[in-house]
């Protein structure tokens, strides 16, 4: 089988700097707050009141699940509890 020779050579039109952005599935949380259900990321929140309301709409819908909003800038973990889920 005969190989064949390639062009190691360049046009002068294709630049590298103008390589395709990457796409990708996965997309950075913007906010500082995030919501957690079973340790998966599903939002962001720009404040911690609007994170925990809901989260608490989550746990009193779906009681067995681990719900909690995690604070990015100080690496914090908040735990929403069924009780709290209760009274509201």
């Known amino acids: ?3 064949r020779t390639t062009s190691k050579m360049r046009s002068k039109d294709d630049a590298i700097e103008t ?7 996965r ?7 995030w ?4 340790r998966q ?10 994170a925990e309301t809901m989260g608490l ?11 909690s909003v ?3 800038v100080d690496c ?6 069924a009780a709290a889920a209760a009274e509201a």
């Open 1 to 3: 089988m005969a190989l």
């Open 19 to 25: 390589a395709p952005e990457q796409v990708s599935q």
């Open 27 to 33: 997309k950075a949380a913007d906010a500082r707050y």
């Open 35 to 38: 919501l957690q259900v079973d």
């Open 41 to 50: 990321t599903k939002r962001s929140f720009a404040t911690l009141e609007e």
């Open 57 to 67: 709409g989550i746990k009193t819908a779906h009681p067995i699940v681990q719900v």
């Open 70 to 72: 995690y604070d990015s």
């Open 76 to 81: 914090t973990n908040k735990m929403i509890e």
